[in-house]
């Protein structure tokens, strides 16, 4: 469904509820995925710089910054406030939590702020991510724009991070081929950092 994240049980890496962390950037109208963390029993914060605070009903509720995800702290050309991962744990007091799980859902800014997560040193805090790619506009002529896209994205799979779940996003159309690849618009795909889960 819409929304739809994976998240791995498995023991060790699995967020322990009552004692778990979760940041999710890119909550738009839609966050079921908040709902279903909290719901687990983990301590939720959601992050959009697009949107004024969600307008969330009954007892679960999470915590909401309007701020985005980038590699620097900036305001960009449309105003809103952007930070990066370091930044933004450091400005809740979080410099020293563990994150159990990150969510992704930031239109393109996940090719800046993934390898910026791991040269900041701050994906040693990090169990799990959870990441929707996104190819908007792409044509065969973008063959190198593609590849350095994907490149940025496979820096965390080099840097020792296992990807477990991969998989179209839902209703997504197939791009064209490019770079020799016949890949869809949108992708979801997630990864446990084996740090914790070989304890």
Known sequence: MDGHKAVCLDEHIRPVSGNCLVYSFGVKDNWSFEDALIE???????????????????????IFHKIGLQAKDKVNTK???????????????????????????????????????????????????ALETHNFLMSRQDSQNYRFKYQQIYKLEKHGFIRFSSQAGMGSDRLNEIANISDFFIYEMAWYNPKFYFV
């Open 40 to 62: 687990y029993g983990c301590e939720v914060y959601g992050f959009d710089p697009t949107i004024e605070e969600p307008e969330q009903t009954g007892e679960r509720r999470f």
């Open 79 to 129: 105003g809103w406030h952007m930070k990066s991962l370091r930044s933004i744990m450091t400005l809740l007091g979080h410099g020293n939590r563990i994150i159990d799980v990150i969510k992704m859902d930031i239109e393109q800014s996940e090719y800046e702020a993934a390898p910026n997560m791991i040269d900041s040193g701050v994906t040693a805090q990090i169990k799990q991510i």
